[in-house]
């Protein structure tokens, strides 16, 4: 399919592996470009030594093209952007922070930027930083999220209708079916992220895959709005949130609370109890932990099958 997120990115299918925090390494992102997706190294939780590690074992895993998803409110910001520049990576996702920032400095050094947002607004200024696309994410998603809580079915089209460059949809969609309704509503590809925590490739602790698998509608919840509005299964910690919010923790109690390393500890030590635990509410449909690449496969077929028999007319 050579659609132009396709096409933008020289890949097969345009289907995206989110970067992730402590669950996309090169294992993973090398994995999905290799079955024809896009695969995006996290740097959100590399320090930059790694993330260079990172890089270089990716290109020596995969001959196709893979990307670095860089979060701007990275202390080591600079030195990151350095190594995706050094290492000559071709494209770069930027997310949680300004675009206008870092674009035009990656865009002149030949780098494809694409920039996640949280609504119209954002995705027009990404346009105007010069972006060669956004990612449109909604409110079910895992991991950090814009403060709008604007869902994935209704963020869509009003994204598309406000930019012209194309738009990657994210937030909920872990199927072929789901993917298929975001190119309805306009989008041009999709951004995955909790459906490839439950991979075998995903550097997540096995015991934090096994817990998205098991987890259910309703089980995770956006929280800590007064830092930064984070989605999460439901664990001791998440209520030891709640209840400092009910009892009126104001944003230092909060920081206090969260601390240092809660995010490696639960995804990545798995810890369940204590750490944090990112994921979206499409986790409630995830059955299995499959091979990255039988995941894209199985996405791309379930897609096919769906363009062919859209809706139940009965
Ligand atoms: C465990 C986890 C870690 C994440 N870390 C990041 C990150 O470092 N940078 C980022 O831009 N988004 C991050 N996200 C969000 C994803 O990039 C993606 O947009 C999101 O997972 C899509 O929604 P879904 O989980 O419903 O597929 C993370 C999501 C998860 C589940």
Redesign the pocket.
């Known amino acids: 399919m050579r659609n132009k997120i396709a096409q933008l990115f020289g890949i097969d299918y345009p289907i995206i592996q989110?970067?992730?925090?402590?669950?996309?390494g090169w294992k993973l992102a090398s994995a999905v470009s290799n079955a024809g997706g896009l695969g995006l190294i996290?740097?959100?939780?590399m320090y930059p030594d790694v993330l260079r590690e990172h890089i270089r074992q990716c290109r020596a895993a995969t001959g196709r093209p893979f990307g670095v998803?860089i979060?701007l409110l990275y202390p080591d910001i600079a030195e990151l952007i350095e190594i995706v520049v050094r290492e000559g990576v071709r494209i770069v996702?930027t997310?949680?922070g300004n675009p206008r920032t870092w674009t035009a400095h990656l865009k002149e050094r030949g780098i494809t930027v694409v920039h996640?947002v949280s609504s119209s607004a954002f995705a027009r200024k990404a346009e105007q930083a010069g972006c060669d696309a956004v990612?449109a994410?909604?409110f079910?998603?895992?991991?950090?999220n814009g403060r709008e809580e604007t869902t994935t079915f209704c963020l869509i089209p009003q994204v598309c209708a406000s930019v012209s460059i194309p738009v990657i949809a994210?937030?909920?969609?872990?199927t072929g079916r789901g993917m298929l309704a975001a190119m309805v509503l306009g989008a041009s590809g999709v951004?995955?992220?909790?459906?490839f925590?439950a991979s075998d490739e995903a550097s997540?602790h096995i015991d934090f895959k096994k817990a998205v698998v098991a987890a259910g509608e309703g089980d995770t919840f956006l929280t800590l709005k007064q830092l930064t509005p984070v989605?999460l299964l439901s664990n001791e910690f998440f209520q030891q949130v709640r209840r400092a919010e009910a009892q009126g923790a104001g944003p230092e109690v909060l920081q206090a609370l969260l601390g240092h390393g809660r995010a490696k500890k639960g995804?990545f030590e798995g810890d369940l109890r204590e750490g944090e635990l990112?994921?979206?509410?499409?986790?409630a449909q995830l059955q299995e932990i499959l091979p990255a690449g039988e995941i894209v496969r199985r996405v791309w077929e379930e897609f096919r099958e769906g363009l062919e028999n859209p809706v139940d007319f009965s």
Not at 140 to 144: D, I, P, Q, T
Not at 191 to 195: A, E, I, K, L, Y
Not at 278 to 283: L, M, T
Request: hydrophobic fraction near 45%; proline fraction near 2%.
């Open positions: 989110a970067g992730m925090v402590w669950a996309s996290g740097a959100g939780s998803n979060p996702f997310s949680a996640v990612v994410e909604g079910e998603a895992g991991g950090h994210a937030g909920g969609i872990a951004q995955m992220g909790s459906r925590v997540s989605r995804m990112e994921i979206g509410q499409v986790a």
